[in-house]
């Protein structure tokens, strides 16, 4: 089971925009006593999770660019993303259970 932490040394490295979070990733993190911040801290200090090699040299550009960023965090045993929407600036970053994209 894994239990994101927070480092509070890792800066942020883009503005998430709106933060929002699905029914079902909030009940899953709620039923496990994990925060979402976690998650989100994660995400927006460029610690991309288990994406490929690919999607992560993706994540980096779209940070200069503005692109779509995602992330992908196994919590307790399922598959969690954390995506921020393109745009300058950002508008909206979702956490959400990958069954629900």
């Not at 932490?5 to 990733?25: K, Q, W």
């Not at 995400?43 to 980096?60: F, P, R, Y």
Request: aromatic residues 4%; glycine residues 8%; charged residues 20%.
């Amino acid at each position: 089971m894994m239990k994101p932490s927070i480092n509070p040394t890792s800066p942020l490295r883009f503005a998430p925009g709106e933060i929002v979070a699905t029914l079902g990733v909030d009940a899953l993190l709620r039923v496990h006593n994990i925060s979402p911040l976690s998650l989100l801290a994660r995400h927006l200090s460029g610690d991309w999770g288990e994406v490929c090699a690919e999607d992560a040299q993706a994540n980096e550009r779209a940070l200069l660019t503005g692109g779509r960023l995602l992330s992908v965090y196994t919590v307790v045993g399922e598959k969690c993303y954390v995506i921020t929407e393109a745009g300058k600036p950002r508008t909206v970053t979702t956490i959400l259970l990958a069954s629900e994209y």
